[in-house]
Every structure is written in structure tokens, then in C-alpha cells.
Nanobody, 119 residues
Framework: QVQLVESGGGLVQPGGSLRLSCVAS????????MGWYRQAPGKQRELVAT???????NYADSVKGRFTISRDDAKNTVYLQMNNLKPDDTAVYYC?????????????WGQGTQVTVSS
């Protein structure tokens, strides 16, 4: 059974920092592209950052320079370090694991962790 379990969310003041973690089980973690997505109330889910098996990372323009994605394949864990948080970063953050094949894609999601940025 595949599980992605996020942790590290919470309430933080503007300008503060949080570190999200996602532990994966039931998959060959090292070959998956891992990502973080977020969904704010009334909005569609959007990409925050992804990191490939070779540790190449990609970020949404809105978080570049503030967020850092990383992975530890020995621990089956992907992290999202979030600095200089803004109220617009408030959302449920979801962990994603994706593996592309020639004619299909295998994808898994975590249950989400709430991040609230407010004074």
C-alpha cells in the first residue's frame, strides 16, 4: 500500500519559516519525481516545486528565492523549506509522487497539511 504522509504545517506569522516533510512508503522512492502542490480556499491546486530523481528542482515563480525543495532518498523523504512566508502562501500543501512511463503515468498524493500565514 502506497502512503505519502506530510507533516510540518501550522500557523506562522508573515516573514516566518516552516519546513514541511513528506515520508513515502510502498514505492521505489528514488525513481519518482517528488513534488509539493498547494490549494487555497476557492482556488485550484497549483504546483509549488518539484524535484527529480537526479535532484533537479523546479519552482513556481511565486515561491522562487523563498522556498527550497530537497529529498533524502535514504529516508524516503522530501522536504519543503519555506522562508519569508506571506499571507498568500496560506493553503493546504500536498505531497506528490509521479513516475512517467511511455504510455502512462503513475501518481500518488498525500492527505495534505495546512499552512496558515497570518499575524
Amino acid at each position: 500500500q502506497v502512503q505519502l504522509v506530510e507533516s510540518g504545517g501550522g500557523l506562522v506569522q508573515p516573514g516566518g519559516s516552516l519546513r514541511l516533510s513528506c515520508v513515502a512508503s510502498g514505492i521505489h522512492f528514488g525513481v519518482y519525481v517528488m513534488g509539493w502542490y498547494r490549494q487555497a480556499p476557492g482556488k485550484q491546486r497549483e504546483l509549488v516545486a518539484t524535484i527529480t530523481s537526479g535532484s533537479y528542482s523546479n519552482y513556481a515563480d511565486s515561491v522562487k528565492g523563498r522556498f527550497t525543495i530537497s529529498r533524502d532518498d535514504a529516508k524516503n523523504t522530501v522536504y519543503l523549506q519555506m522562508n519569508n512566508l506571506k499571507p498568500d502562501d496560506t493553503a493546504v500543501y500536498y505531497c506528490n509522487a509521479e513516475l512517467e512511463f511511455v504510455q502512462s503515468t503513475r501518481e500518488y498524493w498525500g492527505q495534505g497539511t495546512q499552512v496558515t500565514v497570518s499575524s
